[in-house]
């Protein structure tokens, strides 16, 4: 695996440098995840319950839970290089046969399997190639195989499990039934699974490049709160209708909610984040990594989404002509836009006490705002529960770079000294290319 030296035409795996970043086939292997938030937030948002949403959470954690191999693949290998592409694009369409199947996965209990076993299947695509690459990578690490070894139960019970969910519950009379074991059987997938991070522990893993995780772990935050800007306009269906100046003004609302949503994690907070875990080393640099990115954006993720769905609801009544300015919002859809701007910032805090070992009052206070302004925004017209949500989150930005002016300054000089020294590094390398000269004679191909 290591170096360039070429194997037919494709070429070898690559080892990640410590310093390596994302590559742009990874973005390209992320438009996967892409459609597959946009499939659970559309199939929630369709008809929404309680029962619905666990749903959501479950194939959500699943979804993270192959992300989450798949950053562990990307930390030892270059997804772009060599050969790897090309398992790569063979994960990529599994995966994207598995958010087609996401609809069906918790449909009808005792209906046909189609889809239940559509999405199982995928799921062991995708977890074989990245099982296969992984192992091929670590060949020459016995500790790093013994360490791989260890999560092969969860593999098979998470692939056993899953199967059983297909099959099982068609077999069984009772509706109520058969959807109480096929739930069952997904939440102990996603226990076997999260519980295994813990379980297999740091020893005999590592993180290469904080960089690489750290930008590719805010890449699908960022892919996340994309959602939110798409549920705004095709969720709401702002495209089909006529042009109103309340829909106007709740698609511009929505909008400056989730870029206070960006700015509450990536002005201060992720960057911050981010040196912490350049300067941790060995198994606190993993436990950093496991906790902060690998377990505690899920929640995030989840906390958008929920925005996302309410958001959505919200708009459809604003948008409906049949309804009015003074309308108000029956049903769950305050509840959710709220509760997933709660979730959002208090698992923020989480991240934040987790990789600063700090706790911010402005993000406690949000909270604490938020959970009391709940009531009054259910009682509110459905314009104004969105105003009232959109004037605390932006609230929350202007004290913060109000109150922790000189703490921004100093970070934003750090990282950019940081950069400003990455680019006059790179600029000097590549001058070497200026230098280069012409041959006399043209060279024949």
Known sequence: MGGYRR????GPAVPIAPGARVDKFEVFFDLVFVFSFFIITRATAANVSGRQLLHAA?????????WVVHSLVATRVRLGEGYVPVLMVVAMAALFAFALALPQAFSDPTGSAGGPMLVAISYVVVRGVHMILYQHVVRDSPQERRQLRRFAPELAASIVLLL???????????????????????IAVVVVQFATGFIVGTW????????HWTERYDLILIIALGESVISTGVGGNLLGKPVTWPAVAAATLSIVVTAALWWAH??????AARIALHAAEGAPRVAMARDAYAYLYLPMIAGIILFSIGNEEILHKITDPAGGLAEKVDGPAVPMLFGGLICYYAVNILFQLRTLHTLSWTRVGVIVVLTAALPVGRVLPALGALTLATVICVALVAVEVLVMSQSRHALR????????????????????????REPDEPTTP
């Open 7 to 10: 194997r037919g035409q494709l």
């Open 58 to 66: 479950l194939v959500l954690a699943v979804l993270w839970w192959c």
């Open 164 to 186: 059983a969910a297909a099959l099982i519950p068609p077999q069984v009379a009772d509706p109520d039934h058969a959807a109480m074991i096929r739930d069952g059987l997904w």
């Open 204 to 211: 005999g893993w590592g993180v290469t490049s904080a960089e």
């Open 266 to 271: 990536f002005d201060f907070i992720g960057p």
């Open 413 to 436: 000089a750090a990282v950019f000294e940081e950069r400003t020294s990455h680019e006059a590094h790179e600029a000097a390398w590549r001058a070497r290319w200026h230098d280069l």
